[in-house]
Structures are given as C-alpha cells and as structure tokens.
C-alpha cells in the first residue's frame, strides 16, 4: 500500500481532527465530510466535502469524486445502506459497512450481542411510542434508563426512578435523537461499581487491547476520563473476551481493521456489556497522554495495514472536558496559560468547533501522574481554569 493513500472523513468532530492528525503524519490524504462548514478535522485536512451524512446521493457523489482508498465513519449518522453499496462495489469502509450499520442504532448492536453472541447484557425493551415506553419500562424495572437508539454524546439519556418520570424521559430522547426515527431504548439500570471502556485494535496481525479506560459521566455525556482502570485480571479478561466475539462478528464482508471503543459495566467480577463504537472512542482522548501511541494513530495504523504493537502500555493519565454554557458564535479561550501552569506534565487540546451550545466539549485537559488520582486532579484543575470568553 503507497502512504499516498486518500481517505474519506465522514463526521468532522474533534475526535476526527485528531485522527486526521495521525493519518497526516503516516502520508495520507484525507477529505473531510460534515454537515457544516469549517468543522475541526476541516482545519487539519487536505480537502472538504459539506453536506449531511444522511444525505445518501451526495454520500455516493463523494465517493465517486474523490475514489479514496478508505471510507473512515467517524459518526454515528450516516447512511449506511450507501456505505454497504459502496462496499459491495469495491471501496474500503472502515472497518466494515456491516460494523456501521450494526452500530448506527443501539438497537442493532444491542440484538448481536445479546441475542446472536450470547452476551451478557441489562434486560431491555425498544419503544417507538409513549404507551411501548411504559410497557418496557414495566418489564426493565425501575429505576430504568431510556435513551434514543442513535444519538451522540449520550443526548437524549435520562434516569428514570419511577413512572411519573417516563413521558418527559420519552419526549427529551425522541427530541434528542438523531436520524429519522423515533425510536428508544429502555433498559434495566445497572447499580455498577465503574464503567470502562475496551479500546480494541484489530489490525494484519490480529488483536491488541489498550489498558481499560475509566470514565464519569453527566446528562449521559462523558466528563472526565483515566487510565488505566484498576480492575481485577478476572474481570479485565472477561471484557476482552467479550470485545473479541463482538469486534469479530463486525467484521462482514471488510477486514474489519480499525480501533473499537467497547464499553461495559462492572460489579464486582461481574461485566455487563453496554455499547460498541467502530471508531476511536471520546474517552479514549486520555490516550493522546497517556500511550505512546494514542487511539487516533493506533486506528491510522490498523487502517493501512500498518504494524501495531500486540501490547499496548499506558502510563497513568487522565482527561477533563472544557465546556460551554451557552449559544455563540464569537467567542475566545482564557486561562490556557494558567491551565499549563498546574504541572508540566498537563497539556491542552482546544478542539476549533466554530459554534458553542450548552454542554458542548469545546476542548480537554490532559494530564500525567504517579497515578491516576494524581492525574485526574491535575487534569481537573487544569480545566477549571480555562474559560470561555462570549461576545455575543
């Protein structure tokens, strides 16, 4: 394969500019997709497409005019059916069209591993109407959580402690959904100890797993993120037993070769399987610290068919997201400096999203430590002291 290889960026997010970044550094040529102009990969990548990802001709029109040696989804929504076309017609979707159409909606994933792989996995039930939400929310038990089966970011996710919570819990994922259907899934809470994440590298030579990633979130949405994980070796065996049978079954008529953020629950030596994204994963924004080589390079690699390492080490680091609170369109970072003042081994990503919504990422501290308490209170620190300036 010459390193003059031409992929094809679906979704223009802040984990997409890095990963722009790394395939760069190993000679591609990247186009970058998104619905809007001037998304943060755009800045980084050598050319740009905008239209929405669900817009299936010009998807196809894309394809065809730029003949990439890779189609990389980094979003969930995208017409998938034109991706397995475009598969079937000799293009490489990364890392399989079967992958991202199993993984656009929660639904589909959830079904292969519980129902086809045997995983285990909270009781569930699919809604597509008020009346289907309290008949799964019946059967899942309360407390319960109701999410859209395609969203991003955890938007749309809630809680819910008891039936009087179930309409505004429907109304704020049917709002908060994205694609063309609205339709929930409504599942047993699992009261777990922590979750993690798997990122799971299959490349040419097989599969290698980086060190678990812990995570907290809010309103869904991840907030801070270390690594690795304390975890006992029972437990961490069982989720990259899991990640394995699920990478694998992914796999279809591609190779298949890319990195996968796996998540799971975990109680006690118990490992419950939550969700699969066939794509660098946002906690996974710890590993620009922390690994040697981060979950963008090490998906560049896998990608082109490039060596990857079958142990991945980490050092113990941790992210903190920077977010806003409102809607702009002008606006500017303070406090980066203080920011790096917290310790020398803190470092700032500001991610160039041309717009600020309430709670939307706009950038991450990053921070090393003799441990991961250590450095997630560094990271923490560091993230407090940068604010969002707004002139409108």
Request: charged share 25%; proline share 5%; with cysteine.
């Amino acid at each position: 394969m010459a390193l003059t290889a031409t992929i094809l960026l679906l979704g223009s997010g802040e984990l997409g500019r890095e990963f722009v970044i790394s395939a760069k550094r190993l000679g591609a040529r990247v186009i970058a997709c998104d619905a809007y102009d001037d998304a943060p990969a755009m800045q980084m990548a050598d050319g740009r497409e905008v239209f929405s990802m669900l817009d299936g001709e010009a998807l196809r029109a894309a394809a065809l005019k730029h003949k990439p040696d890779y189609i990389v989804p980094e979003v969930e929504a995208i017409r998938t059916e034109v991706l397995a076309d475009l598969e079937g017609e000799g293009f490489n979707v990364v890392p399989s069209a079967r992958a991202t159409q199993l993984t656009m909606n929660r639904d589909a994933i959830r079904d292969l591993a519980a129902q086809e792989l045997g995983l285990v996995t909270s009781r569930y039930r699919y809604a597509e109407s008020f009346e289907e939400v309290c008949i799964g929310a019946e059967y899942a038990g309360f407390p319960c959580v109701i999410k859209p089966v395609m969203s991003s970011s955890g938007k749309g996710q809630s809680k819910i402690d008891d039936p009087d919570g179930l309409e505004a819990a429907w109304n704020y994922a049917v709002a908060n959904m994205r694609g063309d259907r609205p339709r929930v899934i409504v599942e047993e809470f699992i009261a777990f100890d922590y979750e993690i994440a798997v990122l799971t590298v299959r490349h040419k030579a097989g599969i290698s797993f980086c060190p678990p990633i812990g995570h907290r979130q809010e309103r869904g949405d991840y907030q801070e993120s270390w690594q690795p994980a304390a975890m006992s070796n029972d437990a961490l065996s069982k989720a990259q037993q899991m990640a394995t049978t699920v990478v694998e079954a992914l796999q279809g008529n591609g190779r298949g070769w890319g990195l996968y953020g796996v998540e799971f629950f975990v109680r006690g030596e118990d490992v419950i399987f939550s969700e699969l994204s066939p794509r660098p994963h946002d906690t996974g924004m710890v590993t620009l610290i922390s690994q040697e080589l981060s979950e963008f390079d090490l998906h560049a690699r896998a990608i082109m068919g490039l060596p990857v390492e079958p142990a991945i080490l980490a050092k113990p680091g941790a992210s903190a997201v920077v977010l806003a609170d409102r809607d702009s369109t002008d606006f500017g970072f303070e406090g980066v400096a203080e920011a790096l003042e917290v310790d020398a081994d803190v470092d700032i990503r500001i991610f160039g999203k041309p717009i600020t919504r309430p709670f939307r990422r706009m950038g991450v501290a990053l921070a090393l430590g003799d441990n991961t308490d250590e450095a997630r209170s560094l990271a923490g620190e560091a993230a407090k002291r940068i604010k969002i300036s707004y002139s409108n």
